[in-house]
């Protein structure tokens, strides 16, 4: 069937066939209408405004998910623990990875009867200047740590120290920001520990050597990956990142709710669907995705869709998704989204639409959005960097790609072979399940807590 556009380029050429000697005679382009799809269409109305915020889950919630027998396991773990209590420390309530995940680890540990409490540090624009440039500075990015930048760091984590109490039994500090309140530390009191989330593969020696005096006096350290850790004379253990199956990001979606969401943002389910879900940054590789979803599509019939977000307030940000619209040129079959940071049910509608949903990042911290698309059964194709061959077990649980051309060979090959990708894409989900879910985040902490309680009382009063 000719499409009505097809029409339109007949009748124009038709007319100026009739009409030869009046060839040079420019024909006026006709008026071209607003983008039915593809890139350029506006964003609906409906994701302008950010949603109420949903009510938080209860443990019995998670049975349908997890099983009557894991949740016993955690009602079990935590029985020795009743009396006892967590606090948890990090450096901001929203935003960011570490405050969304406390918002739901903090009410479920408490449900299992071990008050969790959670306390956030404080500080001025000068001390979290510093920290960020800490953070990157720990990421390997060049850095020169002046005295003045020490100082403002120590002075505002005792300021912080006089501020907050520490009578639980376990002191849990989150990341570099707080990491000096461990001076509270009372011997034989508290057992502290300190969760890093970061990457301190490739830190900047400075920053580390300045940081490391502290770290060194808590009971053990948690890190999100082998790759991760440093040499330490405490124990250190492996705690992967999680993802909550009842958030709006990841909760099961009715059918009606993903189509609305599909029309929306005009893309069109009867077709392949292969989507990316990223912020518009270079590490992401956006552009290589385009050029892969090209020359797949040489074989297959597929639409790519690249929702990303950020790129509004970040002028980084901007520049890829400039770069990934030239890339894209005037394909209807890309659809490019740059979503506002509350849009969790719009992301998770597009990935269970998904038929393929890729992640070809070249540095990866963890790479939630592989372990969001696992969990929702998605044939899955990520580069072989940083957390991610930890989720992907290639040709098992999802395939690994090096290359634009491998990313591409692999679109090819799961869009013609239903079967395979189908199974792998059950194991995907079945290895979220069993390692990186909040519920087995749950039951870690009590595993942890009662490891330490245990060495506490071994250790006797003193230390
Ligand atoms: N995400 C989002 N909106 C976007 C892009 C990403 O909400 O426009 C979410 C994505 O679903 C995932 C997280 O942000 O939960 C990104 O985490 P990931 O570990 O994949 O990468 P990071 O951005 O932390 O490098």
Known sequence: MKSQSEDQHAAITNSTNESQTKAEVAVPEPARPEPARGNGRPLPASVLTPPPPAPSPHLDDYRNIIGQGLLDSLRFLSRDLKGKSIKMVNSTAVGGGVAEMLNRLVPLLSELEVPTHWDVITGGNDFFEVTKAFHNALHGSSYHLTRAAQEIFLMYNEQNRERLQFGEDLVVIHDPQPVGLIRSREKGKASWVWRCHIDLSNPDARVWEFLR???????????????????????????????????????????????????????????????????????????????????????????????????????????VLQEVKEAAGNDPDIIILDLPPWCALEINAIQRASTIVIQKSLKEGFGLTVTEALWKGKPTIAGAVGGIPNQIIHKLTGVLVHSVEGCAFQIRYLLTHPDFAKRIGSSGREHVKENFLMTTNVKRWLLLFRILERSKSRRGPGR
């Not at 993903?258 to 590789?285: H, Y």
């Not at 297959?300 to 307030?313: F, P, R, T």
């Open 213 to 319: 005096p502290f770290v060194e006096q808590y009971d053990a350290a948690i890190f999100s990956s082998q790759s991760f850790a440093r040499q330490l004379p405490i124990p250190q253990y492996l705690f992967y990142p999680c993802i909550d199956p009842l958030s709006e990001k990841n909760k099961d979606l009715p059918d009606a709710v993903v189509q609305r969401i599909c029309d929306d943002f005009g893309i069109d389910r009867s077709r392949p669907i292969v989507t990316q879900v990223s912020r518009f940054d270079r590490l992401k590789d956006p552009v290589g995705v385009v050029q892969a979803y090209k020359l797949a599509k040489k074989y297959v019939d597929c639409q790519l869709v690249l929702a990303g977000g950020g790129a509004s307030d970040d002028p980084e940000g901007a520049a």
